[in-house]
């Protein structure tokens, strides 16, 4: 029957049900899962024997490049990416190829092979959304959604400065209906728009130049709005400054700026009965910690400035961040922060790429590969892991690479195996420049996190910060019947053998998405139908009326016309708009 499995006996890990290692069952029928299945039911139900192995709710990656503009850029720039790694075409998937960004194909084949069933798109130009839909469209196995770039729109920027909010939220209401998107990514706030006319900001109190307002104005608005509106994920914040030494201080004064916003998430949804409130609480995540988080004043003194970062969200808890870890070897750096991107063209010559999405945002590209024996990329490294480590809650932060911008999220099994066994992590500074011990802490961290903390952080903390709990990142009765069983027994567990770790997250024994399995011991079974989140923001009438009169006398500096500018839902791969209610 499809639809319908019974996975018996396994060790379950649901942090969001507080269950942690039980050996018990999962049903699911219709695709969602259920207490159990009848004696009928059982009958043409596939059953799945997970003695001696863990299972977790399918992953949940909440921060990674893989559809869109840039990403296409970047496969374009990187032939020698694409030879490196590839798959054959099969009866039932398609070929692909393609190491750091692999093709929308491979994409999706290789995120499900690690147990993997939801991923987000982490920035999405407006104007590109049409593009970034029809790639989302394209990558099988995934339910998929995407963060709208606002952070330096010149509309937003305008009703920000003059204070008003009404039709400011009114305008990300319209804008995220308008391109079916699910949130609000905020990158360099006012310095991407400085970069147009070759300048950037240097401060939370710098005012760009034409809408002179300040990164602080920005941040602000944004995530009073964002709680106003009630979508379900905070604002996703790339922070000012990324990538310069010292920055982790503008990092952390960021996160200061939001700390008196009351998170209001407002989706009209029915809930998967979790023991846990499934709800978010934060009113700001902060995306790739690692690259806002240099310390020192310069590449001569750099050093890892983490600690001074993960103080503070061990102290506070309106935030919540991802991790940007490093895992080594070849990446391609992608980001809306044009500005980066040119600093790291100039110090490493490399092929660049870099765009202006006219009134909304830019963007760079740059082929990267990250060495062990570099002094500042093993500094780097250090400082991915400590985000996780340093943090007490691990509540308070999920594990990414930024694919691509650290690593392919192909290699998160790796982080998995650094982050679970200090081992590891100790025979990996053996074979590191000496500054990864001795301009960061990490060689004195001991801590080796269990299962059920990684749970949280690929899968139940994901899923609960970006106002998807009420459906992924479970397992408890209501929720999606997405499932990854992974060849580790917990009783037999031994961190030490963490190349053995590696080998069970890389491919998982199943991989469950919506009671049928579709990838099993590394091999793609089945093409399953996905889904294309979408947030659908309930607003007064008259304060869109007012407002799109006045978005549609400023379209005269766009290159297209107002009626060309909106997504339709044909671009969508099944789509599901996620109710907001604004009118409280």
Request: proline share 5%; charged share 25%.
């Given at each position: 029957m499809a639809g319908t499995i019974a996975i018996k006996n396994g060790y379950v890990y649901d942090p969001l049900n507080e269950v942690d290692g039980e050996v018990m069952d999962i049903f699911i029928k219709n695709g969602k899962v259920v207490t159990e299945l009848s004696a009928s039911e059982m009958k043409d139900a596939k059953e799945i024997d997970a003695k001696g192995k863990t299972v977790m709710p399918g992953g949940v990656d909440s921060h990674s490049h893989v559809a869109?503009?840039?990403?296409?850029?970047?496969?374009?720039?990187?032939?020698?990416?694409?030879?490196?790694?590839?798959?054959?075409?099969?009866?039932?998937?398609?070929?692909?190829?393609?190491?750091?960004?692999?093709?929308?194909?491979?994409?999706?084949?290789?995120?499900?092979?690690?147990?993997?069933?939801?991923?987000?798109?982490?920035?999405?130009?407006?104007?590109?959304?049409?593009?970034?839909?029809?790639?989302?469209?394209?990558?099988?196995?995934?339910?998929?959604?995407?963060?709208?770039?606002?952070?330096?729109?010149?509309f937003l920027m305008r009703y920000l400065k003059e204070g008003d909010t009404e039709k400011a939220a009114a305008y990300i209401s319209w804008m995220m209906k308008t391109h079916k998107t699910y949130g609000i990514k905020c990158v360099n706030p006012a310095g991407v728009e400085n970069w147009g006319w070759g300048e950037n900001v240097s401060g939370l109190k710098e005012a760009n130049i034409h809408f002179e307002i300040t990164p602080e104005e920005i941040i602000k608005g944004l995530t009073e709005v964002n709680e106003q509106l009630g979508i379900p994920m905070p604002v996703h914040l790339h922070a000012n400054n990324l990538g310069h030494p010292g920055c982790w201080e503008v990092t952390r004064d960021s996160l200061?700026?939001?700390?008196?916003?009351?998170?209001?998430?407002?989706?009209?949804?029915?809930?998967?009965?979790?023991?846990?409130?499934?709800?978010?609480?934060?009113?700001?995540?902060?995306?790739?910690?690692?690259?806002?988080?240099?310390?020192?004043?310069?590449?001569?003194?750099f050093e890892s400035g983490v600690k001074g970062i993960t103080?503070?969200?061990?102290?506070?808890?309106?935030?919540?961040?991802?991790?940007?870890?490093?895992?080594?070897?070849?990446?391609?750096?992608?980001?809306?922060?044009?500005?980066?991107?040119?600093?790291?063209?100039?110090l490493t010559g490399n092929k660049w790429s870099n765009t202006d999405v006219e009134c909304e945002c830019g963007s760079g590209v740059l082929p990267f590969t990250y060495l062990k024996s570099n002094p500042i990329h093993s500094v780097q490294w250090a400082m991915g892991l400590e985000v996780l480590l340093y943090v007490n809650d691990a509540w308070k932060s999920i594990m990414t690479t930024d694919s691509p911008n650290g690593g392919p999220f192909i290699k998160y099994p790796q982080v998995i195996a650094w982050l679970m066994s200090n081992k590891a992590r100790q025979d990996t500074f053996e074979e590191c420049h000496k500054w990864a011990s001795d301009r960061?802490?990490?060689?004195?961290?001991?801590?080796?996190?269990?299962?059920?903390?990684?749970?949280?952080?690929?899968r139940a903390n994901a899923a609960r910060t970006i106002g998807l709990a009420h459906r992924k990142g479970t397992l408890a009765v209501g929720a999606d019947g997405d499932v990854a069983i992974y060849n580790l027994d917990p009783k037999k567990l031994e961190v030490n053998d963490y190349e053995g770790i590696v080998r069970s997250f890389q491919n998982a024994a199943y991989t469950v998405k919506g009671g049928e399995v579709v990838a099993q011991d590394g091999e793609i079974v089945a093409i399953p139908e996905k889904n294309t989140f979408y947030s659908d923001i309930a607003i007064k009438a008259d304060s869109?009326?007012?407002?799109?009169?006045?978005?549609?006398?400023?379209?005269?500096?766009?290159?297209?016309?107002?009626?060309?500018?909106?997504?339709?839902?044909?671009?969508?791969?099944?789509?599901?708009?996620?109710?907001?209610?604004?009118?409280?």
């Amino acid at each position: 029957m499809a639809g319908t499995i019974a996975i018996k006996n396994g060790y379950v890990y649901d942090p969001l049900n507080e269950v942690d290692g039980e050996v018990m069952d999962i049903f699911i029928k219709n695709g969602k899962v259920v207490t159990e299945l009848s004696a009928s039911e059982m009958k043409d139900a596939k059953e799945i024997d997970a003695k001696g192995k863990t299972v977790m709710p399918g992953g949940v990656d909440s921060h990674s490049h893989v559809a869109g503009a840039k990403v296409n850029t970047g496969r374009m720039m990187r032939p020698e990416d694409h030879y490196k790694f590839y798959q054959q075409k099969t009866p039932i998937a398609h070929s692909g190829c393609g190491y750091s960004v692999p093709s929308v194909y491979l994409g999706g084949y290789e995120y499900s092979k690690m147990g993997y069933t939801t991923v987000f798109e982490a920035a999405v130009p407006p104007m590109e959304a049409r593009h970034t839909h029809e790639e989302m469209r394209s990558t099988p196995m995934l339910d998929m959604g995407g963060y709208l770039v606002l952070g330096n729109n010149w509309f937003l920027m305008r009703y920000l400065k003059e204070g008003d909010t009404e039709k400011a939220a009114a305008y990300i209401s319209w804008m995220m209906k308008t391109h079916k998107t699910y949130g609000i990514k905020c990158v360099n706030p006012a310095g991407v728009e400085n970069w147009g006319w070759g300048e950037n900001v240097s401060g939370l109190k710098e005012a760009n130049i034409h809408f002179e307002i300040t990164p602080e104005e920005i941040i602000k608005g944004l995530t009073e709005v964002n709680e106003q509106l009630g979508i379900p994920m905070p604002v996703h914040l790339h922070a000012n400054n990324l990538g310069h030494p010292g920055c982790w201080e503008v990092t952390r004064d960021s996160l200061k700026i939001p700390k008196s916003v009351k998170a209001k998430p407002n989706q009209d949804v029915e809930w998967a009965e979790t023991k846990m409130k499934a709800q978010r609480h934060e009113s700001v995540y902060l995306t790739h910690c690692q690259f806002n988080a240099f310390g020192g004043t310069s590449w001569r003194d750099f050093e890892s400035g983490v600690k001074g970062i993960t103080d503070y969200v061990n102290s506070n808890d309106h935030v919540v961040m991802d991790s940007g870890c490093i895992p080594f070897g070849d990446a391609t750096v992608m980001t809306g922060d044009g500005p980066a991107i040119h600093d790291l063209y100039k110090l490493t010559g490399n092929k660049w790429s870099n765009t202006d999405v006219e009134c909304e945002c830019g963007s760079g590209v740059l082929p990267f590969t990250y060495l062990k024996s570099n002094p500042i990329h093993s500094v780097q490294w250090a400082m991915g892991l400590e985000v996780l480590l340093y943090v007490n809650d691990a509540w308070k932060s999920i594990m990414t690479t930024d694919s691509p911008n650290g690593g392919p999220f192909i290699k998160y099994p790796q982080v998995i195996a650094w982050l679970m066994s200090n081992k590891a992590r100790q025979d990996t500074f053996e074979e590191c420049h000496k500054w990864a011990s001795d301009r960061s802490g990490l060689a004195a961290e001991t801590r080796e996190m269990t299962l059920s903390e990684i749970a949280i952080l690929t899968r139940a903390n994901a899923a609960r910060t970006i106002g998807l709990a009420h459906r992924k990142g479970t397992l408890a009765v209501g929720a999606d019947g997405d499932v990854a069983i992974y060849n580790l027994d917990p009783k037999k567990l031994e961190v030490n053998d963490y190349e053995g770790i590696v080998r069970s997250f890389q491919n998982a024994a199943y991989t469950v998405k919506g009671g049928e399995v579709v990838a099993q011991d590394g091999e793609i079974v089945a093409i399953p139908e996905k889904n294309t989140f979408y947030s659908d923001i309930a607003i007064k009438a008259d304060s869109e009326k007012e407002m799109l009169k006045d978005v549609k006398s400023w379209f005269k500096y766009y290159t297209i016309g107002f009626n060309n500018y909106p997504t339709s839902e044909k671009y969508l791969a099944n789509p599901t708009p996620i109710k907001v209610n604004a009118e409280r």
